[in-house]
T-cell receptor, first 113, second 110 residues
């Protein structure tokens, strides 16, 4: 158990819909990163939030957006869902954006049909 | 952008045998991470390698880092079935924004 919790664990959406995924970071951690892991692939970095501000972004289109709240929990929003968005979405929390270790949640499995 | 490559992608080995997984990365980094992932599960941190020449061991797994060669290795000694999983290495692009390799799917055969 890493202390990082994600909800929901599974989700099925229709192409074109919007989805919100949630992540509660480990106590005391102010940095949350989101990753997308397609089947059979390594996780890909989507973006990172540090103290409620975006602190870096990977190669993902603007329809992938996020928020971090004052309690450092975070949301990942995806608009206009596409079939290729089907993946395991992982969040990771760390003490800060330079700290050496990140702890991953159990993930949300998103299926777009 | 940091590029991370692992090989082999798939590894089938008999119990009791030794093998090494290799991780090459494209830009200078003094840190490298190894994770394990079981099917349908999240990532479990195995090793955090923080400097050139770092070597860490846990049970039958040993990881090392050579920052000059931009190479990390994960050595498996006397494999057992419980080690069957996918293993990822990851390098930080900036801070702790990780770029992962494609993973090595390890199957240990009795």
């Amino acid at each position: 158990e890493t202390g990082v919790t994600q909800s929901p664990t599974h989700l099925i959406k229709t192409r074109g819909q919007q989805v919100t995924l949630r992540c509660s970071s480990q106590s005391g951690h102010n940095t949350v990163s989101w990753y997308q892991q397609a089947l059979g692939q390594g996780p890909q970095f989507i973006f990172q939030y540090y103290r409620e501000e975006e602190n870096g972004r990977g190669n993902f289109p603007p329809r992938f957006s996020g928020l971090q709240f004052p309690n450092y929990s975070s949301e990942l929003n995806v608009n206009a869902l596409e079939l290729d968005d089907s993946a395991l979405y992982l969040c990771a929390s760390s003490l800060d954006f330079e700290n050496t270790e990140a702890f991953f949640g159990q993930g949300t499995r998103l299926t777009v049909v | 952008e940091l590029k991370v490559e692992q090989n082999p992608l798939f590894l089938s080995m008999q119990e009791g045998k030794n093998y090494t997984i290799y991780c090459n990365y494209s830009t200078t980094s003094d840190r490298l991470y190894w994770y394990r992932q079981d099917p349908g599960k999240s990532l479990e941190s195995l090793f955090v390698l923080l400097s050139n020449g770092a070597v860490k061991q846990e049970g039958r797994l040993m990881a090392s880092l050579d920052t000059k060669a931009r190479l990390s290795t994960l050595h498996i000694t006397a494999a057992v079935h419980d080690l069957s999983a996918t293993y990822f290495c990851a390098g930080p692009n900036t801070g702790n924004q990780f770029y992962f390799g494609t993973g090595t799917s390890l199957t240990v055969i009795p």
